[in-house]
């Protein structure tokens, strides 16, 4: 376990992920940031840009500059995909723990990520011994390695509802159908498309990428590797008219006769001292208002017996659990502090 603040380094400290991650860190006891990095902000203070953070005395540095300034333990990449492939290995050479919310070592597969992401991997040799870094599922891989991949935010939500029907054999690996709903701000700062401006998303909801998004490998990635044989998913993810949060509904096909308790119990078993996923009771379904500003997941499912079908659902915050709150509690784990720390605050409501 640390004696001292971790040092800490975030890299694109300026996107949302960059600033929920300074908003989470900046309270945590036992982490120091020592750098950050903007490229279009370089040379300005941080507070310049976001004066509600004006009380951190930092100035945005150039990111291959940040990443080794104040001699940082941990490096949070919060940079667009295919820049962190690019800085992680020097980082790594010198013992710096390497955290990427990006894309760039979620996939196994260079050949895979190509195809999505329409890039030659720089680091291909990291992709292996890359952690996903999923705690409530993956922990003790996180704890062998120094580099995370932090997942996207619609897989972190579908993965939490699924993946642990699947390790128990309750439901089917093939025909999964995952319908995500998601605020505009998981498209990013930058996002200035037409269909991201408050005109335009205000009292709409609109289905994209059908089909074709780049997250439904990652999901079936790690689906595939719950132990039901190969997944696959048809994946829809939706805009609709909120800042932040997550709601996904899955059906799956049963593979066994459940109900809704056994199904719970599964849950409940799965998640059984995981502080940040609550399994809701038979009488209550997820709302993403109780996750917003927060490290929470909410989890719950039904069955449908007529049709032979298991409904699952979860609410988070793509800004949190799905984001930096979760790379802040992958931290925790590789640093020897208890996953909560620095992230116990409730979520705002309303």
Request: charged share 15%; hydrophobic share 45%; net charge negative.
């Amino acid at each position: 376990m640390t004696t001292s603040p971790i040092c800490v380094a975030i890299l694109g400290a300026t996107g949302y992920g960059g600033v929920e991650l300074l908003r989470f860190l900046a309270v945590h006891p036992d982490a120091r940031i020592v750098a950050v990095s903007s490229e279009s902000s370089a040379g300005e203070p941080l507070g310049k840009s976001f004066p509600h953070l004006s009380n951190l005395d930092l100035t945005l540095l150039p990111a291959a500059e940040a990443r080794f300034a104040g001699d940082p333990q941990v490096v949070f990449c919060a940079l667009p995909n295919g820049q962190a492939m690019r800085l992680a290995p020097a980082l790594l050479e010198r013992g710096i723990a390497v955290i990427d919310l990006s894309a760039d070592f979620r996939l196994k597969d260079p050949a895979t990520y190509k195809l999505y992401y329409g890039m030659e991997h720089a680091a291909p040799e990291l992709l292996a011994g890359a952690a996903y870094g999923l705690p409530e599922l993956y922990r003790e891989d996180i704890l062998q390695t120094r580099l995370i991949a932090n997942p996207g935010c619609y897989p972190t939500s579908a993965l939490l509802a699924l993946a642990p029907l699947l390790r128990a054999g309750a439901i089917e690996a093939k025909g999964i159908v995952v319908d995500s709903k998601s605020g505009v701000s998981g498209a990013g700062r930058r996002a200035l498309d037409t269909p991201y401006l408050y005109a335009e998303a205000n009292e709409d909801v609109s289905a994209y990428k059908v089909g074709t998004h780049r997250h439904a490998p990652e999901i079936e990635q790690q689906l595939s590797g719950a132990g039901a044989g190969e997944a696959v998913i048809t994946f829809t993810p939706h805009l609709i008219p909120m800042t932040r949060g997550i709601f996904t509904t899955a059906y799956a096909n049963m593979a066994r006769e459940v109900t809704t308790a056994g199904v719970l119990d599964i849950y409940r078993q799965a998640y059984a001292g995981s502080p940040f996923v609550q399994v809701l009771d038979e009488d209550t379904l997820p709302h993403t208002k109780w996750c917003s500003g927060s490290n929470r997941a909410f989890v719950t499912a039904r069955v449908d017996a007529r049709v032979g079908r298991v409904v699952a659902l979860s609410a988070i915050d793509n800004l949190g659990k799905g984001m930096a709150g979760q790379a802040v509690q992958n931290m925790n784990l590789l640093f020897g502090l208890p996953e909560t720390c620095g992230l116990e605050m409730p979520a705002m409501y309303p």
